[in-house]
């Protein structure tokens, strides 16, 4: 995944629109085909992975939760989904496999990336790669500056406050946290005010995947190509230096 800034300007992100269809189609005939799967004796894991290559829901409302499994038609978070998915099972898998095939790593536990891409195929494979890079290596970004300014605060023995930690957002994106906020609440893509937009009062974990994703365009639009992949490599040492810590603590344990 080298030059990925010119990889990301060349490719066109967009998800295929057969892939995500809202029309026609309900969770349910997905979980009924789960069920059926796990009866006949299929690995859990080979069900989940099957059902995520054929599923065709972008989002849905799940009790009081918004679940948003793909963004801005281009980035798809697989966990997110798979979490959905097993929770949909009659008969739970042990817990501590569940959390190996979920977390222990980017991908599923045991899978390589190309086995994990026959998987759930192409298309959302690179859904995926867009979900990776404009969601975990962007709050790797934001966190890098966090560190790298809580040191530099703490050196200088200057008080924190929220004031202060707003100039990260602004070194990054250009503005405080407050008005992109409002910026990605209130404007569409293009720039034009959308009117169905408000600010909410209250937001999950789904609203602050949208709201890190659009933070990545923002940058990819307006970095310059030297900057853009220095933050993107950093971030990636980062998250290479984040699994190894866990690796090590899981074994320990």
């Given amino acids: 995944m080298d030059d ?25 005939s997905y979980f009924e085909l789960v069920e059926k799967s796990l009866k006949d004796g ?22 009081n939760q918004k679940l948003i499994y793909l963004i801005s038609g281009e980035a798809f978070n697989w966990i997110r989904l798979a979490t959905r998915i097993i929770s949909s099972f009659n008969i739970q898998p042990p817990r501590e496999q569940i959390n190996d095939f979920l977390f222990k790593g980017f991908l599923p536990f045991g899978f390589s990336e190309n086995k994990f891409k026959s998987k759930i195929g192409d298309v959302k494979f690179r859904g995926w790669q867009n979900y990776f890079y404009g969601v975990i290596v962007e709050e790797s970004v934001i966190e890098l500056s966090k560190l790298k300014f809580m040191k530099k ?14 100039e990260i957002y602004k070194e990054i994106y250009g503005d405080i946290f ?41 940058r990819l639009m307006n970095s310059t190509p030297e900057v853009f992949a220095s933050r ?22």
């Fill in 42 to 63: 299929l690995d859990w894991r080979e069900v989940v992975l099957g059902t995520i290559k054929i599923w065709k829901i972008p989002e849905e409302k799940f009790g």
């Fill in 153 to 166: 605060v703490f050196s200088s023995g200057i008080d924190i406050s929220e004031k202060i930690l707003d």
């Fill in 4 to 28: 990925i800034f010119e990889e990301f300007l060349k490719n066109d992100r967009k998800i295929y629109h057969d892939e995500f269809l809202k029309e026609n189609y309900s969770t349910d």
């Fill in 178 to 218: 407050e008005v992109l906020w409002e910026k990605f609440n209130f404007y569409d893509q293009k720039g034009n005010r959308n009117k169905k937009y408000y600010l909410p009062k209250t937001t999950g974990q789904s609203q602050i995947d949208e709201f890190t994703y659009w933070l990545f365009k923002n």
């Fill in 232 to 253: 993107v490599n950093e971030a990636l040492k980062y998250l290479d230096n984040v699994k190894m810590n866990n690796m090590m603590r899981i074994s320990i344990n």
